[in-house]
């Protein structure tokens, strides 16, 4: 795709979004334009591959809407720099069922696993998901998903079916993918907290593939990135089936916040001991709120992989520390420092659906991020 016609499409977007209130006021279809832009600085230390300089992390741009009251819809893309192209995400329907109780969603979406995973990328706290999310969450799948919500907003659930092959327009085994989220907490729908608020997920993903790269295998790496040692995960391709599941628990009470996230993946779970793969991985992050504009964050971030290629793997360890500052309703500058423990350098680079184009965690890096989220 030339630029030309990335730049045509671009202002197609654009301009669609600002006449869709004037399409409502005539009683046409409802259209709304969304967007992401973060950008930054990316600093890292020579081990994992030296100085980066300034980036865009993510360009994307989105139509919502509704249709009378039958259904609503969402198309987004993103702007991929590295492979210069658009990347469409989401391109979805959803019908309500029952009220809030049940809709049914199909298209292109997110898969029903992972509490972080699900996250949209302006709702992160941190500049990037965790390792496990990246690495282990099926991501956007193409399917259909029944969700809804009760007892005031305090239980929400999820449900779908997918092809299993990622956004891809295929199934190249006959065989899905199945996901289902629960999760619960004390409030419902606020956006400020006074009193003490828990929340408690889990979920569980099966699937059967004929050959994904969806086993994650930590390879050597010094001569790839210029780094004296050190691992450095990739993805390989995996025939057979596999169970994803996790937990995850957070409360929050007045500025303070601590939130935990275990997620594991089990390859070929009914196979013996020896041959059965699993990668499991997990973190810990606390925060404080001051003055409703300022955050301080700090998080352990842990990963193991299924497998080695060439070398032993071993876990990757991370200790992030990070501050946003909200100067604007849509607006956030980040700032964030990772350090690698036990020789840690890298994390994983991208998400398994292929869709993450953020900055992989490195040893002694820092990340400055300007987002503008609408």
Known sequence: ????????????????????????????????????????????????????????????????????????????????FDDDKVRLLDASLSFPIRDELLRLDAGILKSSSGLE????????????????????????????????????????????????????????DNSFLFAFRGEYNTVGDVEFFEDLVLQAG????????????????????????SSPGGQLIRFAEFTGSRVIWGADLAFRYLNYSLLGEYTRADYDPTASSSESLASEGYYIEGGYTLWGALD???????????????????RNQFLIFGLNLYPGFHAKIGFQYAVGLDDTL?????????????????????????????
């Open 1 to 80: 795709m030339t630029r030309a016609t990335i730049t045509g499409t671009l202002a197609c977007l654009m301009l669609a979004g600002l006449a869709g209130p004037l399409w409502a006021q005539e009683d046409q279809p409802e259209l709304r334009l969304d967007g992401l832009l973060r950008t930054g600085l990316r600093l890292e230390s020579r081990d994992a591959g030296g100085v980066k300089g300034f980036e865009i992390y993510d360009a994307r741009l989105g139509l919502t809407g509704r249709v009378g009251i039958i259904f609503d819809y969402a198309v987004r893309a993103e702007y991929d």
């Open 296 to 314: 301080f964050l700090a998080r352990y971030d842990s990963f193991k992989p299924a497998a080695g290629l060439g070398i032993v793997p071993k």
């Open 117 to 172: 995973a699900m996250l949209d990328k302006g709702e992160l706290q941190l500049v990037e998901r965790a390792q496990a999310a990246l690495a282990l969450s099926p991501g956007r799948q193409l399917g259909f998903d029944l969700r809804g919500r009760a007892f005031e907003g305090r239980f929400r659930y999820w449900g779908g079916m997918f092809n299993g092959n990622g956004p891809a327009f295929e199934n190249d």
């Open 346 to 374: 890298l994390g994983p680079s991208e998400s398994i659906d292929g869709t993450n184009t953020g900055p992989a965690l490195a040893h002694k890096q820092f990340l400055l991020n300007m987002q503008v989220a609408f």
């Open 202 to 225: 889990a979920d569980v993903a099966f699937a059967d593939d004929s050959a994904l790269a969806v086993l994650p295998v930590a390879t050597s790496a010094g001569a790839e990135e």
